[in-house]
T-cell receptor
Framework: AQTVTQSQPEMSVQEAETVTLSCTYDTSESNYYLFWYKQPPSRQMILVIRQEAYKQQNATENRFSVNFQKAAKSFSLKISDSQLGDTAMYFCASWGSGGSNYKLTFGKGTLLTVNP | ETGVTQTPRHLVMGMTNKKSLKCEQHLGHNAMYWYKQSAKKPLELMFVYNFKEQTENNSVPSRFSPECPNSSHLFLHLHTLQPEDSALYLC????????????FGPGTRLTVL
């Protein structure tokens, strides 16, 4: 079975600064996918970034980048130049075998607050 | 309408009521999902449909009954619910049932009295 662990329930950062959210996962799969999703307060969950495990290059999306350490099973998210609109719950997720079927497994989330 | 839509957005029901949640995706995807989101817990996958066929039932109680009449629509029929079923119910879709990105709807906030 897969597990995803986000060790930081809450974090805060000043506007324009950089923050890193941690995520570790456990899987026995050789091929899997990793995701960061963002859920702003009372709004829809949206994809921030997607990483294919067989690709060594870290995925980036504008101000968002990941540090993918496959051997350590670590997948952290770095947000540069934080903006007030980045305030949200951030979920790390892993897609792979959850036993008998493949599925997306989520961590408990990190609540990020960007302060002015 | 674009993306994934869900109705109603809020629902309050008694334990003896029967209600249904509706999800519609406008993305041309072939896989659809129901998740339960409770406070302080990870999202829990409930059901998966791929090309209208149910491919996953994650040990969900029978008081939750899914229906997928076509690739664009997904329903969750509710009956005889318990207060602990109160949660945000999220629908999602993806191109296939593989590791493609899942796109989420805004959710239905369900309160069971």
């Amino acid at each position: 079975a897969q597990t995803v662990t986000q060790s930081q329930p809450e974090m805060s950062v000043q506007e324009a600064e950089t923050v890193t959210l941690s995520c570790t996962y456990d899987t026995s799969e050789s091929n899997y996918y990793l995701f960061w999703y963002k859920q702003p307060p009372s709004r829809q969950m949206i994809l921030v970034i997607r990483q294919e495990a067989y690709k060594q290059q870290n995925a980036t999306e504008n101000r968002f980048s990941v540090n993918f350490q496959k051997a350590a099973k670590s997948f952290s998210l770095k947000i540069s130049d934080s903006q007030l609109g980045d305030t949200a719950m951030y979920f790390c997720a892993s897609w792979g075998s959850g036993g008998s079927n493949y599925k997306l497994t989520f961590g408990k989330g990190t609540l990020l607050t960007v302060n002015p | 309408e674009t993306g994934v839509t869900q109705t109603p957005r809020h629902l309050v029901m008694g334990m003896t009521n029967k209600k249904s949640l509706k999800c519609e995706q406008h993305l041309g995807h072939n896989a659809m999902y129901w998740y339960k989101q409770s406070a302080k817990k990870p999202l829990e996958l409930m059901f998966v449909y791929n090309f209208k066929e149910q491919t996953e039932n994650n040990s969900v109680p029978s008081r939750f009954s899914p229906e997928c009449p076509n690739s664009s629509h997904l329903f969750l029929h509710l009956h005889t619910l318990q207060p602990e079923d109160s949660a945000l119910y999220l629908c999602a879709s993806s191109q296939s049932g593989g590791g493609d990105t899942q796109y989420f709807g805004p959710g239905t906030r369900l309160t069971v009295l």
